[in-house]
């Protein structure tokens, strides 16, 4: 579909993280069905700034669904109703001329509110902090083809290394678990060589951070998979404990 939509936006907002914050409702009319969700809020914010308020605030970045900077709730769902699409490559033309969107932010102890539609996602920087590198100094850039890395094993690792932390996955848990970010982070690394010497401590430290930064645990509910915008399986859920076993059982 393409031409011009309205719509009605439903917008969560709070001015700081100690406000109490209301849903409020805007109107976009006949707007080009070929804006993106972020670009309609923009076209939202002039209108708003125009008119002596407060713009909507909002996280973005690259607008190319690769950097994991925005994510929000659209009608109760992660990144809105398109499999596999960041919210900044969620056009309008996916809705229906009147439709109401709900817009909300991500909703979980570990996301702390800041403004509107921004969470505090620190949490899983801190996560990578607890091991989520390689710490060993690799010296040069090695030559290509000088470490040997089979075609099925680098094309796994590159599945998990597609993981862009836009949050997501813990935003759709009923737990709010951050197990599908932290198993494509540890399974990025232990599938490569480069990995290997500090597997075992890695598995240990970002395991034991998930839990100090609040996040629960694994609901197997799915939900996970089934929003993240680069469709990483839930299946390295599993991995990941069989990960920490491996740990315990080498004493790493």
Request: some cysteine; charged content about 20%.
């Amino acid at each position: 579909m393409s031409g011009l939509i309205s719509l009605t936006l439903r917008i969560w907002r709070q001015r700081s993280p100690e406000s109490p914050g209301a849903y409020a409702s805007y109107r976009l009319e006949r707007v080009s069905a070929d804006l993106s969700l972020l670009e309609a809020l923009d076209l939202l914010n002039e209108q708003l700034i125009s008119a002596g308020e407060r713009p909507v605030g909002f996280e973005h970045d690259c607008r190319e669904g690769i950097c994991g900077s925005c994510g929000f709730l659209v009608n109760g769902q992660a990144h809105g109703p398109q499999a596999a699409t960041t919210v900044c490559q969620l056009y309008l033309r996916r809705f229906n001329d009147g439709d109401t969107l709900v817009l909300a932010p991500w909703q979980a102890k570990a996301f702390p509110p800041i403004q509107d539609l921004v969470v505090d996602r620190s949490a899983l920087d801190r996560l990578i902090e607890a091991g989520g590198f390689c710490s060993v100094n690799t010296g040069n850039a090695p030559d290509a083809n000088a470490i040997l890395v089979g075609r099925d094993q680098a094309a796994s690792a590159f599945e998990t290394a597609t993981c862009i932390g836009c949050g997501a996955c813990v935003a759709s848990c009923r737990n709010a678990s951050a197990s599908l970010f932290v198993a494509a982070k540890l399974a990025h690394l232990a599938q490569l060589p480069q990995g290997q010497p500090e597997r075992a401590a890695r598995a240990e430290a970002m395991q034991q951070q998930m839990g100090r930064e609040g996040f629960g645990s694994c609901s197997s509910q799915l939900e996970c998979e089934a929003v993240c915008p680069k469709q990483i399986s839930a299946d390295w859920i599993s991995w990941m404990h069989g990960e920490r076993r491996r740990a315990a059982g080498s004493g790493g």
